[in-house]
Structure formats: structure tokens, C-alpha cells
């Protein structure tokens, strides 16, 4: 079956310093790929998507490479915010099967930024 | 454009009792999806409706069951609540299923405690 595995948190890091959250995963055929946040006591926003092999998903500063050589869709941002702060998601999305068309998530990151 | 709505925002409930909780979806949405985001569990997937129709649930027991109704929008119903069915639950729509690259774009949870 499809699975995501991603760092577990809590990471902790000081206003403009560079994030990085690792995230492989395990899929049959090409799944889609998703980045999720979620914000103290609200529901998950979509971040970012890539969709085939090569994409690039970026939005607000932060980007992540879908990477099929290595399973791979790590986050990055180059200089994160006190307001990044939050819990973010790795999750695919499969292309086949009955089982496919819900999102499998990752255990989640808890990001801390501080000032 | 109106996003996931959830209702009721808070649902407090004893053992024993069942809790209903809805779900609107962004217009012209027809997939709806549930998820239950328990502490220390992460987020699992429960039930996925299309055309008013279940296409795939979790590894939930029965006692977990919903339903789409004409308009789309959806409820969840749990029966003989326990204990650990203390959780935020999650509810996501996305445009037709067979598009996979489609997002899911979620509600902002009923958070459901069980006393």
C-alpha cells in the first residue's frame, strides 16, 4: 500500500535560517504529491502540489522537487518567519486502484520559528 | 469562492451516545472525503463519498458511517462512542475523483470529546 514517512519534529529554528523537512514515500505507479499546514487550531491548507516527476511545487517562499529516483519531496525555505510556525504534512495521492483517490499523510512536522 | 464548511465547530458527547457531524463542500466539488486526526495517531483516513455514493472507507469500524446527499454535502455519524473517538475530524472535498492531480481542500475540523 501507499505510505509517507517524514521527519518528525519538533523542529526548532531561529527567523531566517533555512528549513528543510524530508519526506520519502511508497506508492505503486506515479502518485501525486502534496505539502499541508497546519496552523494552531484550524483545519490543513494545501501548501504546494507536484503532480509528475521533475515538478517543482513552490508557494509563499517554499519549495519541494519531486524527486521519483529517490521517492522523495523534501521542503525547503530559504529563510523562514515567526508566522511559518506551524505542523506541516507530506501526502500523496495514488493513480490507481479502489484504494487510491484519498491522501495518505505523513506523521506531520511541527516547525517552531522563534524570533 | 466559500471553502469546506464544518459544523458544529465543538461536539461534546458521553460513551454510548452518537455524534453527527456535516460537512458542506466548495460548490461544484462532488468528492468528499473524512479524516480523523487523533493525538499521537496522525491522520487517517475514514470515508470517502462521490456521487452520493461510499467508494472506500478506513480501518474504522462500522460503527463510523456517513453519508452524501444530493447537494454534495455530507454527514458523519459515529454510534457508541468510546473513549478514543476523541479527535479533530476533518472533513475535504476536491473536484471529481478520477483526477488525482486535483487537491483536496479541507474544512477546519469538528473537534469531537468524548466525556
Known amino acids: 500500500g501507499n505510505s509517507v514517512t517524514q521527519m518528525e519534529g519538533p523542529v526548532t529554528l531561529s527567523e531566517e535560517a533555512f528549513l528543510t523537512i524530508n519526506c520519502t514515500y511508497t506508492a505503486t505507479g506515479y502518485p501525486s504529491l502534496f505539502w499541508y499546514v497546519q496552523y494552531p487550531g484550524e483545519g490543513l491548507q494545501l501548501l504546494l502540489k507536484a503532480t509528475k516527476a521533475d515538478d517543482k511545487g513552490s508557494n509563499k517562499g517554499f519549495e519541494a522537487t519531486y524527486r521519483k529516483e529517490t521517492t522523495s519531496f523534501h521542503l525547503e525555505k530559504g529563510s523562514v518567519q515567526v508566522s511559518d510556525s506551524a505542523v506541516y504534512f507530506c501526502?500523496?495521492?495514488?493513480?490507481?486502484?479502489?484504494?487510491?483517490?484519498?491522501?495518505?499523510f505523513g506523521k506531520g512536522t511541527k516547525l517552531s520559528v522563534i524570533p | 469562492e466559500a471553502g469546506v464548511t464544518q459544523s458544529p465547530t465543538h461536539l461534546i458527547k458521553t460513551r454510548g451516545q452518537q455524534a453527527t457531524l456535516r460537512c458542506s463542500p466548495i460548490s461544484g466539488h462532488t468528492s468528499v472525503y473524512w479524516y480523523q486526526q487523533a493525538l499521537g495517531l496522525g491522520l487517517q483516513f475514514l470515508l470517502w463519498?462521490?456521487?452520493?455514493?461510499?467508494?472506500n472507507r478506513g480501518n474504522f469500524p462500522p460503527r463510523f458511517s456517513g453519508r452524501q446527499f444530493p447537494n454534495y454535502s455530507s454527514e458523519l455519524n459515529v454510534n457508541a462512542l468510546e473513549l478514543e473517538d476523541s479527535a479533530l475530524y476533518l472533513c475535504?472535498?476536491?473536484?471529481?475523483?478520477?483526477?488525482?492531480?486535483?487537491?483536496?481542500?479541507f474544512g477546519d475540523g469538528t473537534r469531537l470529546s468524548i466525556l
Open positions: 501526502a500523496l495521492r495514488g493513480h490507481s486502484g479502489a484504494g487510491s483517490y484519498q491522501l495518505t
Open positions: 463519498y462521490d456521487e452520493g455514493e461510499e467508494r
Open positions: 475535504a472535498s476536491s473536484l471529481e475523483a478520477g483526477e488525482v492531480a486535483q487537491p483536496q481542500h
